[in-house]
């Protein structure tokens, strides 16, 4: 952390969105985490993200549990909703807060002790629901705030900072989001901005439960050589599959691309995710086949990235249970508490 | 782009704005930080040794650090009006409060046995006498009048610079064994020639004011009076009155030096009247606002034509209308309006429109060379003349300047005569002195203050008008308090504390990108330098500043910076994991006359 707030000044030429705010309003206090983290790469790119979106920042509410990824909350949107939740508990206090207000864009950030283990019940029965929400896990392989443990996620044979060869094998997060139901995942790295920001953008766009595995190095406790989560390690063996380009309505390619080297994906809301294959083979579209070269990749010692399985025409719990298309908060006493003899037809129709 | 070297004195040289821009390259954020330490008389003793004269400049200064300060650009789109640290009146402030430091200067040197004769007592011949005095040179300066100081004693009024503060810092000078032959003016260089000085320094300045032959000029002369002429006369006392209504021609600092003192003196309605735009003229535009903040009107766009005078007495003066144009070629030209010309009634002229060298007292036949417009022909780095024992500066040098520049030609002249007359090549100038130390002192402790204040610029006090325009010796500007100095200090940017990077030990991270609050530094695939510019985190539009190009790191890109906006918060080396990045003082002192300006065995010998 540093002792001295990040001054207001900002360049003079620091553009502006369509709501008139410049990326630095999109940013949060000053990071506590140590010097080099990958989270306070990841905030940065979320701050990039709801920036060229032009999100409302009052729009927004971010939710996190316990852990040093979810302390990084505090570090952006600083101008949004908040919650911190109990270690692990964020995917249920987020559903419930989504149930009550849907028209809010949620923002759920856990680690991958939070969410791969202490949290995993609540991880996978969000996902499995289908919340519509945009779910980052900040993925170091260890456990930082207590110096340095494997988590549920370091790989099997990976080695600590000490030198202990790690037995267990890994949880794979993506493979458990795909598994599960996740209808937008992806995987990226805290060190590549320029991938990351397009996914996020895409997450935000998406109806659904969407999911980013994002690999965070820990410059403290997990960047060293026998790590698989440092940044050279990761910097070596990235394999991305493609790149992203989120736009807002489908519009005139200008670039020239050679035969099956473009897919496109319309959203819900008009807009278009636009990849651009790096992998000849890999159709995002298609779940069973992303699952299977996710896990094929893996098993060579690649680390996969890019936006993995995206369902265009995915639905969220709300279509799921035909609530209400308005939040709690719009809707009058009556409407919220009908009374009794409401209760009663209720009661009668199920006898 | 190939990586910088900085190990050149120049490259974070030029990062120190300010400094950069000094003629006489004071290292001012460093005596800015020992002003926020209420270390008074240190903070006046740096000054002291770059530019000679700390209380004179700390209110009379032309201040070319200040428009050049990064303070100004860093403001810019983040508020109301982008200001500049308030340089010059801070070196005041140390000047005001520095205590006595009488036991802190240099002694005069053990005699070396060299003779140097300075014409004129103004700041450069001073300078000269302060560099070389101590070294144990036997300096004589010449002057015509009864005091030192020169410009800065005749010309100066006395509301902005008091007497006493010019006895005290020529005093310093003089009491390093310098002989002062007062009222002694050169009249012939052959004659000075032949008394056998080891070198000569001519520093008397441009003593002439240009006049403005008009129509009407002989007739009414009794009331029209030549600026510089006139203000000395007022500092002298000999001029203690002018009439009721005063036009003051011209749009430089005399001009405004002429008005206000005219409103001092008598004079009730007093107009300033100049050729050119308001935005062009040469004045300082803080000079020009203290002019009008004392109810003086400027009228620009007016050319004078004639002096009307009845019964031989000055009575007004007419002026045509003129308006800017640009040529063919771009060029401005004042062009008539076609309106009738303005007639403006008055009792007094004063004409302030330039002043220009002269030297009827050096012989054409003395062996100096004069270049087409009759100049003597000097050299812009060494200060050198034909006669290689002969040598210019201030004024004198290359036309009318500013003390500032009078002190630069000083100290390169002191350097030139002590290379010389050590049987060295003057042309060889010794390079500045460069102390580099990291500011580090624990993860998250710097040896400076690294927060930036969001602070705008702090106004000096003026004391009330009532009482400064009753007298011409009543000083207006009051000068900082401390309390105010200290806000003032914390609006440096400390641009001597350099970010420097150690491209082998990054793991580029983009800590340093993310944390880095005005966008300077990028991760990004090398190019040429204009393509590098635009592709930036921030594009870098300013071609005046450098960019600070790593080698090349471990994914094959480079780290580039910005040095543009950069505030020196030392936040990317907070963030940095590796320690790549480390904030580094560098401390460049330009190198005077003595041992170390001169070649290598000397500066062995003397160590």
Same mark, same amino acid.
């Given at each position: 952390m540093?002792?001295v707030?990040?001054?207001?000044?900002?360049?003079?030429?620091?553009?502006?969105?369509?709501?008139?705010?410049?990326?630095?309003?999109y +940013?949060?206090?000053?990071?506590?985490?140590?010097?080099g983290?990958?989270?306070?790469?990841?905030?940065?790119?979320? %701050?990039?993200?709801?920036?060229?979106?032009?999100?409302?920042?009052?729009r927004?509410?971010k939710?996190?549990?316990?852990?040093?990824?979810?302390?990084?909350?505090?570090?952006? #949107?600083?101008?949004?909703?908040?919650?911190?939740?109990?270690?692990?508990r964020?995917?249920?206090?987020?559903?419930g807060?989504n149930?009550?207000?849907?028209?809010?864009l949620?923002?759920g950030v856990?680690?991958?002790?939070?969410?791969a283990?202490?949290? %995993?019940?609540?991880?996978?029965? /969000?996902?499995?629901r289908?919340?519509?929400?945009?779910?980052?896990? +900040?993925?170091n392989?260890?456990?930082g705030l207590?110096?340095g443990?494997?988590s549920?996620?370091?790989?099997?044979?990976?080695t600590?900072?000490?030198?202990?060869?790690?037995?267990?094998?890994?949880?794979d997060?993506?493979?458990?989001?795909?598994?599960?139901?996740a209808?937008?995942?992806?995987?990226?790295?805290?060190?590549?901005?320029?991938?990351?920001?397009?996914?996020?953008k895409?997450?935000?766009?998406?109806?659904? /439960?969407?999911?980013?595995?994002v690999?965070?190095?820990?410059?403290a406790?997990?960047?060293?050589?026998?790590?698989?989560?440092?940044?050279?390690?990761?910097r070596?063996?990235?394999?991305?599959v493609n790149?992203l380009?989120?736009i807002p309505t489908?519009?005139?390619i200008?670039?020239?691309?050679?035969?099956? +080297?473009l897919?496109?994906?319309?959203?819900h809301?008009g807009?278009?995710?636009?990849?651009?294959?790096?992998?000849?083979?890999?159709?995002?579209?298609?779940? %069973?086949a992303?699952?299977?070269?996710v896990?094929q990749?893996q098993?060579?010692?690649?680390?996969?990235?890019?936006?993995?399985?995206?369902?265009?025409?995915s639905?969220?719990?709300?279509?799921?249970?035909?609530?209400d298309?308005r939040?709690?908060?719009?809707?009058?006493?009556r409407e919220?508490?009908?009374?009794?003899?409401?209760?009663?037809?209720?009661?009668?129709s #199920?006898? | 782009?190939?990586?910088t070297?900085?190990?050149?004195?120049d490259y974070f040289?030029?990062?120190?704005?300010?400094?950069w821009?000094?003629?006489?390259?004071?290292?001012?954020?460093?005596y800015i930080?020992?002003?926020?330490?209420g270390?008074?008389?240190?903070?006046?003793?740096?000054?002291?040794?770059?530019?000679?004269f700390?209380?004179?400049?700390g209110?009379?200064?032309?201040?070319?650090c200040?428009?050049?300060?990064?303070?100004?650009?860093v $403001?810019?789109?983040?508020?109301d009006?982008?200001e500049?640290?308030?340089?010059?009146?801070?070196?005041? @402030?140390?000047a005001?409060?520095?205590?006595?430091?009488?036991?802190?200067?240099?002694?005069?040197g053990?005699p070396?046995?060299?003779?140097?004769a300075c014409?004129?007592?103004g700041?450069?011949?001073l300078?000269? &006498?302060?560099?070389?005095?101590p070294?144990?040179y036997?300096?004589v300066?010449?002057d015509?009048?009864?005091?030192?100081?020169?410009?800065?004693?005749?010309?100066?009024?006395?509301?902005?610079?008091p007497? =006493?503060v010019?006895? !005290?810092?020529?005093?310093?000078i003089?009491?390093?064994?310098?002989?002062?032959?007062?009222?002694?003016?050169?009249?012939s260089l052959?004659?000075l020639?032949?008394?056998?000085y080891?070198?000569?320094?001519?520093?008397?300045?441009?003593?002439r004011?240009?006049?403005?032959?008009?129509?009407?000029r002989?007739?009414a002369?009794a009331?029209?009076?030549?600026?510089?002429?006139?203000?000395?006369?007022?500092s002298f006392?000999?001029?203690?009155?002018?009439g009721?209504?005063v036009i003051?021609?011209?749009?430089?600092n005399?001009?405004m030096?002429?008005?206000r003192?005219?409103?001092?003196?008598?004079?009730t309605d007093?107009k300033?009247?100049?050729?050119?735009?308001?935005?062009?003229?040469?004045a300082?535009?803080? $000079?020009?606002e203290?002019?009008?903040?004392?109810g003086?009107?400027?009228?620009?766009?007016?050319?004078?034509?004639?002096?009307?005078h009845?019964?031989?007495?000055?009575v007004?003066?007419?002026?045509?209308?003129?308006?800017?144009e640009r040529?063919?070629k771009?060029?401005?030209?004042?062009?008539?309006?076609?309106?009738?010309?303005?007639?403006v !009634?008055?009792d007094?002229?004063?004409?302030?429109?330039?002043? $220009?060298?002269?030297f009827p007292?050096?012989?054409?036949?003395?062996?100096?060379a004069?270049?087409e417009?009759?100049?003597?022909?000097v050299d812009?780095t060494?200060?050198? *003349?034909?006669l290689?024992?002969?040598?210019?500066?201030?004024?004198a040098?290359f036309?009318?300047?500013n003390?500032?520049?009078?002190?630069?030609?000083?100290?390169d002249?002191?350097?030139?005569i002590?290379?010389?007359?050590?049987?060295e090549d003057?042309?060889e100038?010794?390079?500045?002195?460069?102390?580099?130390?990291?500011?580090?002192?624990?993860?998250?402790?710097?040896?400076?203050?690294?927060e930036? *204040?969001?602070?705008?610029?702090?106004?000096?006090p003026w004391?009330? *008008?009532?009482?400064?325009?009753? =007298?011409?010796?009543?000083?207006?500007?009051?000068?900082?308090?401390?309390?105010t100095?200290?806000?003032e200090?914390?609006?440096?940017?400390?641009?001597d504390?350099?970010?420097?990077?150690?491209?082998? @030990?990054?793991?580029?991270?983009?800590a340093?990108?993310?944390i880095?609050?005005?966008?300077?530094? =990028?991760?990004?695939?090398?190019?040429?330098?204009?393509?590098?510019?635009?592709?930036?985190?921030?594009?870098?539009?300013n071609?005046?500043?450098?960019?600070?190009?790593?080698?090349?790191?471990?994914?094959g890109?480079?780290?580039?910076?910005?040095?543009?906006?950069?505030?020196?918060?030392?936040?990317?080396?907070?963030?940095c994991?590796t320690?790549?990045?480390?904030?580094?003082k560098y401390?460049?002192?330009?190198?005077?006359?003595?041992p170390?300006?001169?070649?290598?065995? &000397?500066?062995?010998?003397?160590?």
């Open positions: 540093t002792y707030a990040k001054p207001k000044l900002h360049h003079p030429t620091l553009p502006q969105n369509s709501l008139c705010y410049t990326r630095r309003d +940013e949060g206090k000053i990071s506590t985490l140590c010097a983290c990958g989270h306070d790469s990841i905030s940065a790119a979320i %701050i990039q993200a709801c920036w060229e979106l032009a999100v409302e920042p009052h927004i509410a939710l996190s549990g316990i852990g040093c990824s979810s302390k990084t909350p505090d570090y952006f #949107l600083g101008q949004s909703h908040g919650f911190n939740t109990v270690h692990g964020m995917p249920s206090v987020l559903t807060a149930l009550a207000n849907r028209d809010l949620y923002l856990s680690g991958d002790g939070d969410s283990s202490i949290g %995993i019940g609540q991880f996978v029965h /969000a996902i499995r289908g919340v519509n929400m945009v779910y980052i896990v +900040e993925n392989g260890v456990y207590t110096k443990q494997f549920a996620t370091a790989d099997q044979g990976s600590s900072k000490r030198g202990v060869v790690n037995a267990d094998s890994p949880i997060m993506v493979g458990l989001a795909l598994q599960l139901g209808t937008y995942v992806g995987r990226s790295f805290s060190g590549d901005k320029q991938q990351l920001v397009p996914l996020i895409g997450a935000i766009a998406h109806r659904g /439960a969407a999911f980013l595995d690999i965070s190095p820990c410059v406790f997990n960047n060293h050589a026998g790590s698989t989560k440092s940044y050279e390690y990761v070596a063996h990235n394999d991305a790149r380009d989120v489908r519009e005139e200008a670039v020239d691309y050679g035969e099956g +080297e897919v496109e994906v319309e959203q809301d807009s278009v995710l636009r990849l651009r294959k790096l992998d000849a083979g890999y159709d995002p579209r298609d779940r %069973i992303a699952m299977n070269i896990q990749r098993a060579q010692g690649e680390v996969v990235t890019g936006l993995l399985y995206v369902d265009a025409e639905e969220d719990l709300h279509a799921h249970l035909s609530t298309a939040p709690f908060n719009t809707l009058g006493a919220l508490s009908p009374g009794a003899a409401v209760l009663d037809k209720i009661n009668a #199920l006898r | 782009m190939r990586p070297d900085i190990r050149v004195p040289h030029k990062v120190v704005d300010c400094q821009a000094c003629p006489a390259h004071t290292p001012v954020p460093e930080r020992l002003i926020a330490a270390r008074y008389a240190d903070a006046y003793m740096v000054n002291w040794k770059s530019n000679v700390p209380g004179v400049l209110r009379t200064c032309d201040r070319p200040e428009p050049a300060c990064r303070r100004g650009r $403001e810019e789109n983040n508020g009006k982008p500049p640290v308030a340089i010059c009146r801070l070196k005041r @402030v140390a005001d409060n520095k205590g006595d430091v009488a036991a802190r200067m240099p002694k005069r053990a070396n046995g060299r003779r140097v014409i004129g007592a700041p450069a011949s300078t000269v &006498a302060r560099d070389l005095a070294l144990g036997h300096v300066v010449f015509g009048e009864a005091k030192a100081g020169g410009f800065i004693r005749q010309q100066i009024p006395r509301f902005r610079l007497e =006493s010019i006895d !005290e810092e020529t005093g310093y003089l009491d390093l064994g310098v002989e002062f032959r007062a009222g002694e003016r050169i009249d052959k004659a020639l032949a008394q056998g080891d070198a000569i320094f001519v520093g008397c300045g441009a003593p004011g240009r006049d403005l032959d008009l129509p009407g002989a007739e002369a009331n029209i009076h030549i600026g510089i002429d006139w203000l000395a006369s007022v006392g000999h001029i203690d009155a002018i009721r209504r003051v021609l011209g749009g430089g005399t001009a030096d002429c008005c003192s005219a409103r001092r003196l008598g004079g007093v300033v009247l100049v050729r050119s735009g308001f935005d062009e003229m040469k300082s535009p803080w $000079e020009k203290d002019a009008q903040h004392e003086i009107p400027i009228l620009d766009y007016h050319v004078p034509k004639a002096f009307v009845e019964d031989g007495r000055l007004a003066m007419r002026f045509e209308r003129v308006r800017a040529d063919a771009g060029r401005r030209q004042l062009v008539p309006t076609g309106e009738p010309d303005v007639v !009634e008055c007094d002229v004063l004409i302030a429109v330039g002043q $220009e060298n002269a007292w050096i012989e054409r036949d003395a062996g100096l004069f270049d417009w009759n100049m003597p022909v812009k060494t200060m050198q *003349s034909s290689p024992h002969v040598f210019f500066g201030g004024d040098a036309g009318p300047k003390i500032i520049w009078a002190v630069a030609h000083g100290h002249a002191a350097v030139s002590d290379k010389l007359l050590n049987g003057v042309s100038r010794p390079p500045p002195t460069v102390n580099v130390l990291s500011q580090k002192m624990g993860i998250h402790e710097w040896s400076y203050d690294n930036v *204040s969001p602070e705008d610029r702090h106004k000096v004391a009330a *008008s009532e009482t400064t325009l009753a =007298s011409i010796k009543v000083e207006v500007e009051l000068g900082f308090d401390p309390a100095a200290w806000k200090t914390q609006r440096c940017l400390n641009c504390v350099q970010t420097v990077f150690t491209d082998k @030990v990054c793991i580029e991270c983009d340093c990108v993310d880095c609050p005005m966008d300077c530094i =990028s991760f990004t695939a090398n190019g040429e330098e204009s393509q590098l510019r635009q592709h930036l985190t921030a594009p870098a539009l071609l005046t500043q450098d960019l600070y190009v790593s080698g090349e790191l471990k994914t890109r480079v780290m580039v910076k910005d040095e543009d906006v950069c505030l020196h918060c030392g936040l990317c080396a907070e963030r994991p320690g790549a990045w480390d904030m580094h401390l460049i002192d330009l190198t005077q006359a003595g170390s300006c001169r070649g290598k065995s &000397a500066r062995k010998e003397a160590a």
